[in-house]
């Protein structure tokens, strides 16, 4: 079973600023690694896909890099609608498996 | 636009039983992988399971293996979890999710509803 494990868990972050969320899996998942966004009594939504490909209808804001064990999601400017909880997952092996999130806080 | 209603949660005893249904809209129900995700009170994601296009392949997670049922009807547009044998730490928020296959992988749930709560206890 691939573990992800995701840092930091919460993040304090200003609004404008960079903010870079990482994800790391305990065996390769290739390029198989999504990233998604929660708000509070929300479903998630799904940011990025393959690492790096924005799903439609996100902004360039949002990027993500890596492959094998190491990603990044970086989010450039933080507006006020990008405070919530992200979660990474790698669709590669069996079981798929969520990261256990990060949290990104105003400062 | 894709839409995904989840319906049937409640409160339910140790051991009881509950479906429930998702009703998509917005999209060609029966080309679409179908994902149930669940997240305990406070807690992270964890898939639960999912069923193809046409409910030929099936998986569970372990945790769910031989008590819940994922199933389908294309014809009505509904993707249904038949959850037997509840135990409390299955209390969460169901989430049903269109599949999206990417990279040779179908285990990616990308269009979500907003879910249902199962709680269980006595």
């Known amino acids: 079973e691939t573990v992800m494990t995701q840092s930091p868990a919460t993040l304090s972050v200003s609004p404008g600023e960079r903010a870079t969320l990482s994800c790391r899996a305990s065996?390769?998942?290739?390029?198989?690694l999504a990233w998604y966004q929660q708000k509070p009594g929300q479903g998630p939504r799904l940011l990025i896909y393959?690492?790096?490909t924005r799903a439609t209808g996100i902004p360039a804001s949002f990027s993500g890099r890596g492959s094998g064990t190491e990603f990044t999601l970086t989010i450039s400017s933080l507006q006020s609608e990008d405070f919530a909880v992200y979660y990474c997952?790698?669709?590669?092996?069996?079981?798929?498996?969520f990261g256990q999130g990060t949290k990104v806080e105003i400062k | 636009e894709v839409q995904l209603a989840e319906s049937g949660g409640g409160l339910v005893q140790p051991g009881g039983s509950l479906r429930l249904s998702c009703a998509a809209s917005?999209?060609?129900?029966?080309?679409?992988?179908m994902h149930w995700v669940r997240q305990a009170p406070g807690k992270g994601l964890v898939w639960v399971s999912h069923?193809?296009?046409?409910?030929?392949?099936?998986n569970y997670a372990d945790s769910v293996k031989g008590r819940f049922t994922i199933s389908r009807d294309n014809a009505k547009n509904t993707l249904y979890l038949q959850m037997n044998s509840l135990r409390p730490e299955d209390t969460a928020v169901y989430y049903c999710?269109?599949?999206?296959?990417?990279?040779?992988?179908?285990?990616?749930?990308?269009?979500w509803g907003q879910g249902t709560l199962v709680t269980v206890s006595s």
């Open positions: 069923i193809n296009s046409d409910g030929t392949t099936i």
């Open positions: 393959a690492a790096s």
């Open positions: 997952q790698q669709y590669n092996n069996w079981p798929p498996a």
């Open positions: 917005g999209f060609i129900f029966s080309n679409y992988w």
């Open positions: 999710a269109r599949g999206y296959c990417s990279g040779g992988s179908c285990y990616l749930p990308a269009d």
């Open positions: 065996q390769s998942v290739g390029s198989n």
